[in-house]
């Protein structure tokens, strides 16, 4: 039979064909049964399995030989697509079941709202940061009372003041100006409600109703600056 097993196979002969009861026409399916039958009729021998091992080693580089000088029987070539076709299918397979299993796997981030980043920590600076804003807010202090018209120049350098500040002591840019803004209009309205209050009494302002309003501001702000952490 040409492409089947040789059934009057000689298992001490040293042509590998006839150790495996083929021939060199054998399809790929039956040289694996023939190994297969061949190991089984070796049974605990390892020395016989050994042999059997290595004949079937011999037919595949004989097969691969045969290929790279272009004999290969019919039967070989159609082995050899069945395998390249097997191959690509499993590949598709694996490359498919791979895409769906990250689809699976994946998520959205979820957005997390961390409030470390805008919760401040109350920390006194000290050495000589401490007396450089301190004498700087006595400074702003100062001009404000002493000079109508000069309450938004003041408020806001101590704003960009307290800004800096902020940044410097490791806060983000974005909380920094969130609060700094927030402290100042704060302080704004406390300043209005306390002009309110004393218009009320009829008292006499000191000082414009503008920079009485800014002094709880610039007071809150300088806290700030000295404070915030």
Known sequence: MASGVDSGSDPGSQDPYAKLGITADTG????QRAKSAAL??????????????AAYDAVLMSRLRERQSGKVSMD???????EQQ???QALSGTEARGVLTRLRQFSFPVPSVSSAGWVPDLALVEG?????????????LLLLLATTGTADLVLSLTT??????????????LASLGWSFLLLAVGLAV?????SAMGAGS??????????QAIPALLLMLAGALLLA
Request: aromatic share 8%.
């Open 28 to 31: 790929f399916e039956d040289v």
């Open 128 to 140: 000589q940061e401490l007396w450089l804003r301190a004498g700087v807010g006595v400074v702003g």
């Open 40 to 53: 089984e009729s070796a049974g605990d021998d390892l020395q016989a399995r050994a042999k059997v091992e």
């Open 203 to 212: 008292f006499t302002f000191p000082v414009a109703p503008d920079q009485l």
């Open 76 to 82: 070989a070539a159609n082995a050899s697509v069945r």
């Open 86 to 88: 097997g191959a690509t």
């Open 160 to 173: 960009i003041g307290l800004f800096v500040s902020q940044v410097r002591r490791g806060r983000r840019p």
């Open 191 to 195: 300043g209005a409600l306390l002009i």
